[in-house]
């Protein structure tokens, strides 16, 4: 019978606790014994994890070698309740219908929390899993992952290839990864570029090459995600703050009080049943496409751009879709 994804992932989970656990390392025959599979097997399942990323030492003896997992890579278990593991599950599924292309860091995140969730819970997770898993793979984008990820957790400096979106040709630049952020089918890295000498946020999908220096930098103990975003709406920052002020039909009034769409936002019940909400965020370029998500429900009467900007986009498709 084929082994499924599921025990495969769960075996070498298995393996990879063990040589956590032995600094020393062990040889096949140890781990053959101690697994109750085949030496062969070990010898895939090594190869396996070696191919995901994880670094695999192996001693010199000849004869009988010892494998083990470089110091400082792995990271201990953790111990979840059945709430924080749901919790988890729900954060990878999310993760998941937000990414285009496979990436191995995620499947296999998600393949050893499948094995510690109860049997219906990890049946969900397995199907994604093998959604996942069935997405064109990029290895480039997979080496700026790890790469990125290394520097940001070491404190070292990258260098980078970079495309910008509007240009032919890429520029390099040197970076201090600051932190990574997911977005709407991207992922982003928000870092210190010496090009600029200020912080800017990059697109990982648009990283044509990434190499991990040497040279290290500090992370500025203020900077953290939640403090430097707390004014976007997506992952645009900036110092400049403008405000925003939404009217809402009363046709989509619950739905506008089911949610808190802005740490910001401020919202006023009119008297004909209406939400009057007021937000400040940093630009107004990501919270355009959401509120055009509400058609006509919706009318912005603050800032005057953004109006105009509405306005003239809606008489336009008003156009394409006019009779002849």
């Known amino acids: 019978m084929t082994e499924s994804i599921r025990d495969k992932q769960a075996r070498l989970l298995r393996l990879t606790h063990l040589l956590y656990r032995h600094p020393n390392g062990l040889t096949v025959r140890d781990m053959s014994r101690i697994c109750g599979v085949s030496a062969r097997t070990i010898q895939r399942d090594l190869k396996s994890l070696e191919e995901s990323g994880v670094p695999i030492w192996q001693d010199e003896d000849e004869e009988r070698p010892r494998y083990g997992i470089v110091d400082g890579y792995y990271i201990p278990p953790l111990q979840l309740t059945l709430g924080e593991a749901t919790a988890l599950y729900l954060a990878a599924r999310l993760l998941c219908r937000h990414v285009d292309e496979r990436n191995p860091h995620i499947v296999q995140a998600m393949a050893q929390l499948a094995t510690v969730l109860p049997e219906n819970l990890a049946r969900a997770l397995q199907d994604t899993l093998e959604v996942v898993s069935r997405q064109p793979d990029d ?3 997979r080496h700026t992952f790890e790469v990125i990820a290394l520097g940001w957790a070491t404190g070292r400096k990258v260098r980078i290839w970079y495309l910008p979106a509007r240009r032919q040709e890429t520029r390099t630049h040197v970076i201090w990864p600051y932190f990574m952020e997911p977005g709407i089918r991207a992922l982003y890295v928000v870092a210190h570029t010496e090009t600029y000498d200020r912080v800017i946020t990059f697109k990982m999908e648009r990283i044509r090459q990434a ?7 500090e992370l500025p103990e203020d900077f953290l995600p939640a403090r430097i975003l707390r004014q976007s709406w997506g992952i645009i920052w ?6 925003v002020v939404l009217r809402f039909s009363p046709e989509v009034a619950r739905r506008v009080d089911e949610s808190v ?4 936002q401020e919202v006023e019940e009119l008297p004909d049943g209406g939400r009057l909400m007021r937000l400040r965020v940093s630009g107004t370029l990501e919270i355009e496409p959401w509120i055009k998500s509400w058609g006509n429900a919706v009318e912005v009467l603050t800032p005057q751009h953004l109006r105009e900007k509405m306005a003239a986009e809606a008489r336009a498709l008003a156009a394409m879709y006019e009779d002849g």
């Open 139 to 141: 290895p480039n984008f």
């Open 211 to 217: 190499e991990l220096l040497d040279e290290t930098f």
């Open 238 to 243: 900036d110092e400049s703050v403008e405000e």
């Open 261 to 264: 769409w802005h740490p910001s």
